[in-house]
C-alpha cells in the first residue's frame, strides 16, 4: 500500500535528521534526548516496514519475519517514548541553566 511506502519513507529520513542532529548536540541531555527521538523514528520505520509485509503474506516465514518487525518496532516505539518524556524536562533544565 502506498500509505506505508510514504511512512517508511518519511520515517526513515526523521531517523537520519535526528541521528545527525544527536552527533552535533555537545549537552549531553540534548544529545540524549535527540537519540530517543532518532530511536522512535526507527521504531516507526520497523513497524510500518512489517505492516507493509503483512499486507502481501505469501507463506509462513514472510508472516513471522514481519510479525517480528511489527513488534520490535512497536517496543522500540513504546520504550523511547518513555525515555522521552524522561530526558525531556533534563534537556530543558539544562538549556535554562545555560
Do not use: C, D
Not at 544529545?31 to 522512535?40: E, F, I, L, P, S
Not at 512497536?74 to 523511547?80: R, T
Amino acid at each position: 500500500m502506498p500509505i506505508f511506502i510514504i511512512l517508511i519513507i518519511l520515517s526513515f529520513a526523521l531517523y537520519v535528521f535526528y541521528k545527525v542532529s544527536e552527533v552535533r548536540a555537545k549537552e549531553p541531555f540534548l544529545k540524549r534526548w535527540t537519540g530517543t527521538k532518532a530511536k522512535m523514528a526507527l521504531g516507526s520505520f520497523l513497524a510500518s516496514f512489517g505492516l507493509n509485509e503483512l499486507t502481501a503474506v505469501e507463506g509462513r516465514v514472510q508472516l513471522w519475519v514481519a510479525l517480528v518487525f511489527l513488534i520490535y518496532g512497536i517496543v522500540l516505539l513504546i520504550m523511547n517514548y518513555k525515555m522521552y518524556k524522561h530526558f525531556l524536562t533534563l534537556a530543558r533544565e539544562e538549556a535554562q541553566k545555560n
